[in-house]
T-cell receptor, first 115, second 112 residues
Framework: SQQGEEDPQALSIQEGENATMNCSYK?????LQWYRQNSGRGLVHLIL?????REKHSGRLRVTLDTSKKSSSLLITASRAADTASYFC???????????????FGKGTHLIIQP | NAGVTQTPKFQVLKTGQSMTLQCAQD?????MSWYRQDPGMGLRLIHY???????DQGEVPNGYNVSRSTTEDFPLRLLSAAPSQTSVYFC???????????FGSGTRLTVV
């Protein structure tokens, strides 16, 4: 079953505004990752936040993680038309002896930036 | 570096046919995995591998086989194609579980 659930499913904002997407997950994790997918293309890794981190920044991206609520948010500041894409959160669980069990994705948020 | 290369990009199969989707990476990544993406479903994990000779099942493994004889290659085999396997398939690789994954550009498969 899907681990993560993004909210909202779709978001349309004006260029220059900030966009916030939320993700909830069900089980304990080692890290949570955000990906972008342009229509018909592969996924691009944006940012990874570990379970012992609460906030992380990368350029115009800000990610928060609240493990007590099993939730994360992705903030894109000063949005641009090129940010139009689908955004997915994905969780990864590590085994105690090493190794990981792959990514579990949510259904994504479709972001449209109006010029 | 080419990254993650998937072939073919498009494929049409008849029900019952078998085929292999190829995935190769040149980044010396240990972790590789296969996903399928259906409309409105996000990506679902089919099979994954944490190193050569090691594979395991993901969320939706039925009807698919994998093997990992080398670090570079992780082919996905469809044993007997069914219309329910019509989907876009993505291969991904990662250096380890603490890094993000690099995705291929996908294979769009239609089973008729």
């Amino acid at each position: 079953s899907q681990q993560g659930e993004e909210d909202p499913q779709a978001l349309s904002i004006q260029e220059g505004e900030n966009a916030t997407m939320n993700c909830s997950y069900k089980t304990s994790i080692n890290n949570l990752q955000w990906y972008r997918q342009n229509s018909g293309r592969g996924l691009v890794h944006l940012i990874l936040i570990r379970s012992n981190e609460r906030e992380k920044h990368s350029g115009r991206l800000r990610v928060t993680l609240d493990t007590s609520k099993k939730s994360s948010s992705l903030l894109i500041t000063a949005s641009r038309a090129a940010d139009t894409a689908s955004y997915f959160c994905a969780t990864e669980t590590m085994y105690s002896g090493g190794g990981a069990d792959g990514l579990t994705f949510g259904k994504g948020t479709h972001l449209i930036i109006q010029p | 570096n080419a990254g993650v290369t998937q072939t073919p990009k498009f494929q049409v199969l008849k029900t019952g046919q078998s085929m292999t989707l190829q995935c190769a990476q040149d980044m010396n990544h240990e972790y590789m995995s296969w996903y399928r993406q259906d409309p409105g479903m996000g990506l679902r994990l089919i099979h994954y591998s944490v190193g050569a000779g090691i594979t395991d099942q993901g969320e939706v493994p039925n009807g698919y086989n994998v093997s990992r004889s080398t670090t570079e290659d992780f082919p996905l085999r469809l044993l007997s194609a069914a219309p329910s396997q019509t989907s876009v398939y993505f291969c991904a690789s990662s250096f380890s579980g603490t890094y993000g994954y690099t995705f291929g550009s996908g294979t769009r498969l239609t089973v008729v």
